[in-house]
């Protein structure tokens, strides 16, 4: 018997916080080499530099900036909670997990926001 995909598996919180945390690394990862880029920047002398900074002050960087420290902190606690859920002593699905792990990222964005724009 051939088993087609249930999709009612993916109207599950847990396969949602399961797509946040695989897409949230996979931005990360292709954030990478332009960080490794900017940090570059030093090295070809102070004027690379400043102009960078120039660069990085306009509203839409550091509106991705502020994206990506959202997406460090979803990511984050999506690793934490599957931590919490393999290797802690409370198994299974935690509902409350996952809502803590969307809370926590969001206002670290909302801190991070505040804090860019003040």
Same mark, same amino acid.
């Given at each position: 018997?051939?088993?087609?995909?249930?999709?009612?598996?993916?109207a599950?919180p847990?396969?949602?916080?399961?797509?946040?945390?695989?897409?949230?690394?996979?931005?990360?990862? +292709?954030?990478?080499?332009?960080?490794?880029?900017?940090?570059?920047?030093?090295?070809? $002398?102070?004027?690379?530099?400043?102009?960078?900074?120039?660069?990085?002050?306009?509203?839409?960087?550091?509106?991705?900036?502020? $994206?990506?420290?959202?997406?460090? !902190?979803?990511?984050?606690? $999506?690793?934490?909670?599957l +931590?919490?859920?393999?290797?802690?002593?409370l198994?299974?699905?935690?509902k409350?997990?996952?809502?803590?792990?969307? @809370?926590? !990222?969001?206002?670290?964005?909302?801190?991070?926001?505040?804090?860019?724009? @003040?």
């Amino acid at each position: 018997m051939k088993r087609s995909n249930d999709h009612r598996a993916r109207a599950h919180p847990a396969y949602w916080a399961f797509l946040m945390h695989r897409w949230s690394g996979l931005a990360l990862a +292709l954030f990478l080499p332009l960080h490794f880029w900017a940090l570059g920047q030093a090295l070809q $002398g102070a004027a690379a530099l400043d102009g960078f900074l120039r660069f990085a002050d306009h509203g839409l960087v550091r509106f991705a900036q502020w $994206g990506l420290v959202v997406l460090l !902190a979803l990511h984050m606690m $999506g690793g934490v909670r599957l +931590l919490l859920s393999e290797f802690g002593s409370l198994s299974g699905l935690r509902k409350n997990w996952i809502a803590g792990a969307l @809370a926590f !990222a969001l206002a670290v964005g909302m801190a991070y926001a505040l804090a860019l724009w @003040a």
